[in-house]
């Protein structure tokens, strides 16, 4: 399972698209199917809105969530397109939040059925309900289709760091870390209750540049990049 920001589809800037950033991403799952590996990708949608802006929209929290969720579907159907392009013979995006002209709803063992018949599965819409980013959705998902790992891919920063490795140059990387360490430290790896689900369930996770191409995959042959975290 691969958590795929929405800032990462929109390249250099903080918002909107960008072709070059959507082909890279979709080559890089892409280069991971090849290796045989079923490839379930949660994306998100902060490209587009983010749901704790409402304030500044000056519109309720939970009608800003469900523009962030679509957001997240707008993501969803341009990497299926451009997976699809790419000659990626089977690509299924699954949304939370039913829109049945343009994608099929999730169920997970549909879901699970597509992966194991060697579709990419894209899931859309995070769980479908407000106040939580797609953190939450992505680890929750992982759990529910069994994965053996999620894959949690960041955007210029190569791992976890016991600083900001943006303000402080010589911030140290961490190579491997327990799920213990990461909370009693407060380390920034994704939103806590989204940590938490992953910690009680025992789901490893690797956290990684996207910008870094050929990065997922070699993940996936079992060389150690970014930084792993588990039990
Ligand atoms: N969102 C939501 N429920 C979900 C998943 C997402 O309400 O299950 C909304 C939320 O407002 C979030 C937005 O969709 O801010 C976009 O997702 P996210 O912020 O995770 O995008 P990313 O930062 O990964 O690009």
Redesign the pocket.
Same mark, same amino acid.
């Given at each position: 399972m691969v958590k795929l920001? %929405? *800032?990462a589809i929109a390249g250099p800037d903080e918002y909107g698209f960008s072709a070059a950033a959507l082909d890279h991403l979709a080559s890089e799952v892409v280069s991971v199917r090849r290796l045989g590996v079923q490839v379930a990708v949660v994306v998100?949608? +902060? =490209?587009v !809105? *983010? %749901? =704790?802006r409402s304030d500044a929209w000056g519109i309720d929290r939970v009608e800003?969530?469900?523009i %962030?969720?679509l +957001?997240?579907v707008i993501n969803s159907l341009l990497l299926r397109g451009r997976l699809t392009a790419l000659g990626e013979p089977d690509v299924r995006v699954m949304t939370?939040v039913p829109i049945d002209a343009v994608a099929e709803p999730y169920i997970r063992l549909r879901a699970m059925h597509h992966l194991e018949k060697g579709a990419v599965v894209v899931l859309a819409? %995070?769980?479908?309900?407000? !106040?939580?980013?797609?953190?939450?959705?992505s680890v929750q998902r992982a759990i529910e289709v069994d994965a053996d790992a999620l894959l949690v891919a960041k955007h210029g920063v190569d791992g976890v760091y016991d600083s900001d490795p943006h303000k402080h140059p010589e911030a140290l990387r961490f190579r491997k870390l327990t799920y213990a360490h990461v909370l009693e430290q407060g380390l920034a790896v994704m939103d806590q209750s989204a940590f938490i689900l992953a910690r009680d369930h025992k789901l490893p996770m690797h956290v990684f540049d996207i910008e870094q191409s050929g990065v997922m995959a070699a993940i996936c042959r079992g060389e150690r990049r970014g930084t792993y975290i588990g039990p």
């Amino acid at each position: 399972m691969v958590k795929l920001s %929405g *800032r990462a589809i929109a390249g250099p800037d903080e918002y909107g698209f960008s072709a070059a950033a959507l082909d890279h991403l979709a080559s890089e799952v892409v280069s991971v199917r090849r290796l045989g590996v079923q490839v379930a990708v949660v994306v998100g949608g +902060g =490209n587009v !809105f *983010r %749901g =704790n802006r409402s304030d500044a929209w000056g519109i309720d929290r939970v009608e800003a969530d469900n523009i %962030g969720m679509l +957001g997240t579907v707008i993501n969803s159907l341009l990497l299926r397109g451009r997976l699809t392009a790419l000659g990626e013979p089977d690509v299924r995006v699954m949304t939370a939040v039913p829109i049945d002209a343009v994608a099929e709803p999730y169920i997970r063992l549909r879901a699970m059925h597509h992966l194991e018949k060697g579709a990419v599965v894209v899931l859309a819409a %995070g769980i479908g309900q407000p !106040f939580v980013t797609t953190d939450y959705p992505s680890v929750q998902r992982a759990i529910e289709v069994d994965a053996d790992a999620l894959l949690v891919a960041k955007h210029g920063v190569d791992g976890v760091y016991d600083s900001d490795p943006h303000k402080h140059p010589e911030a140290l990387r961490f190579r491997k870390l327990t799920y213990a360490h990461v909370l009693e430290q407060g380390l920034a790896v994704m939103d806590q209750s989204a940590f938490i689900l992953a910690r009680d369930h025992k789901l490893p996770m690797h956290v990684f540049d996207i910008e870094q191409s050929g990065v997922m995959a070699a993940i996936c042959r079992g060389e150690r990049r970014g930084t792993y975290i588990g039990p």
